[in-house]
């Protein structure tokens, strides 16, 4: 069987969800293409890309016209098909973050939505017609989405459309044989992370709360996410799949 194909967006840094998901993708033996967002993130980026021996490493920002095409039409060209998608890039503006759900701007809000949640969409459009022989497509929530999470903010209600999209997505290709998924890891230190107020203490307290007393790490979530990629997860699709020590699971 020839080797699969991983598209990665969304690496950060080191200790990004992303990373930990590129490392166990190409554990599990797909080759990696692994996007940056601008020539800033480039620096930090591209050595861990050339470290995990990415084959196309390539700059995507979902809010640059154009851009995304740039990506798929490489892929298309160098590969010819991919296999699985790994989508963990969300936005808010700070000003908007940090405030009450309801006093978020209209523009905020749309900007919100557009990077962390129709970017996948985009995305899986563009990869559906590359996974002909079937595929997995991945983006990352939070249990925000559900309930909630004191200085979450607005990302809950966003969150919780990515979460109804994967559902309709995984509906709609699913005769295709694409499985779309959600992975949902409780809090867990990351860059990204750091942005939401007070998230040192949301820490603390889920590690407290979680039945295993352990919070998730980016391992734990790329070995999840290399098993749905996974043809043992063939006739697995549409979930919102908790990574998070039981901590979901605790009033």
């Not at 890039?89 to 973050?97: G, M, Q, S």
């Not at 990302?155 to 992975?183: D, F, N, W």
């Not at 949902?184 to 307290?205: K, N, V």
């Not at 749905?228 to 979901?248: C, E, K, P, Q, W």
Request: aromatic share 6%; proline share 4%; net charge negative.
């Amino acid at each position: 069987m020839s080797q699969k194909r991983a598209l990665i967006v969304g690496v950060a840094n080191a200790e990004s969800i992303a990373y930990g998901c590129a490392k166990a993708l190409k554990d599990s033996g797909h080759a990696l293409a692994i996007t940056y967002l601008n020539a800033k993130a480039e620096r930090f980026v591209r050595p861990l890309a050339e470290d995990l021996g990415a084959e196309i490493i390539a700059p995507l920002d979902v809010s640059v016209p154009g851009e995304l095409d740039t990506v798929f039409g490489q892929i298309h060209a160098q590969w010819g098909g991919l296999d699985t998608l790994l989508h963990s890039i969300a936005f808010c503006p700070k000003e908007d973050l940090h405030g009450r759900v309801i006093d978020c701007s209209a523009q905020g809000f749309t900007q919100a939505m557009d990077v962390s949640v129709h970017s996948f969409l985009r995305m899986i459009q563009q990869a559906e017609p590359l996974m002909a022989q079937g595929g997995t497509c991945m983006s990352v929530s939070f249990y925000g989405s559900e309930k909630v999470v004191e200085h979450y903010n607005v990302m809950g209600p966003v969150k919780a459309a990515l979460e109804s999209a994967t559902r309709y997505a995984a509906a709609e290709l699913g005769g295709q044989g694409i499985r779309v998924h959600c992975l949902s890891p409780g809090p867990l230190q990351t860059r990204a992370a750091s942005g939401i107020a007070h998230f040192d203490d949301m820490l603390a307290e889920a590690a407290e709360r979680a039945p295993t007393h352990h919070l998730a790490t980016i391992d734990d979530v790329g070995a999840y996410a290399a098993f749905l990629a996974s043809d043992g997860a063939r006739n697995v699709t549409g979930g919102v799949h908790m990574i998070d020590g039981g901590f979901s699971i605790v009033g």
